[in-house]
């Protein structure tokens, strides 16, 4: 994700398929290379399933507004589940 944000960054996109392609390959290696259960493999799907909703009603895509509220997302689901950790070894 970071590489991506970089080549955003660096204007590198010129097509704004380009940046859809690298988002793609990126979520379906988030897929293959984690288990269902994962937070990856939850965090990607539900990156790309709100990337995609975005996109559709607005055709315009709005990056850092979206992974933005996602990682916040995902940052409150890993506390949850540390805590979740931390009180079963307690």
């Known amino acids: 994700m970071s590489i991506i944000k970089d080549k955003m960054d660096k204007g590198i996109y ?4 380009d940046i859809i392609e ?3 390959r990126m ?8 288990i ?7 965090y990607a799907s539900r990156l790309e399933q709100a990337l995609a909703n975005k ?3 607005t055709h315009v895509f709005h990056y850092d507004e979206t992974v ?3 990682r916040s997302d ?14 079963s070894y307690a």
């Open 68 to 70: 933005a509220q996602l």
């Open 22 to 24: 690298d988002l793609d």
């Open 27 to 34: 979520f379906n290696n988030a897929k293959v290379y984690n």
């Open 55 to 57: 996109y559709k009603t």
């Open 36 to 42: 269902d259960e994962s937070y990856k493999f939850k």
């Open 14 to 17: 010129k097509p704004e398929q």
């Open 74 to 87: 995902c940052d409150r689901t890993v506390t949850r589940n540390c805590e979740k950790l931390r009180r």
